[in-house]
């Protein structure tokens, strides 16, 4: 599978350096030839579509600013469904609705996402 277009969120809470890690990731996919998409507001954001785009000519000193510009929440998709199957189905759909290949999540609880 070739990656053309990568999508990125923050979750959790916020903290110093999430934006040098999402100009990091902006740095390396340029350089791939992959497009990158910003999703607002985690996990949340996912769910609502809610994206900006992320280039890099516009974020040259996206590095230099503490916390995201991506915002963040502590949205678990799958807490109190009652199929998390049916949520992940959800989520992958919501991947093809975006157009995005791979989607790179920082910060949050992983065990929070176990089955």
């Known amino acids: 599978m070739v990656i053309k277009k990568v999508g990125i969120l923050t979750g959790g809470g916020d903290c110093p350096g999430l934006n040098s890690v999402i100009y990091g990731i902006m740095l390396k996919a340029y350089d791939a030839g992959i497009e990158c998409v910003g999703i607002l507001k985690g996990w949340k954001g996912l769910m609502e579509n809610l994206t900006i785009p992320l280039k890099i000519a516009e974020h ?5 600013i503490g916390g995201t510009i991506l915002y963040t929440s502590r949205t678990n998709p799958f807490k109190g469904a009652e199929s998390k199957e ?30």
Do not use: N, P, Y
Request: hydrophobic residues 45%; without cysteine.
């Open 60 to 64: 040259d000193d996206l590095h230099t």
């Open 86 to 115: 049916k949520v992940a189905k959800d989520l992958v759909t919501k991947f093809e609705d975006l157009g995005i290949d791979a989607l790179i999540a920082i910060g949050g609880d992983l065990k929070r996402f176990t089955f």
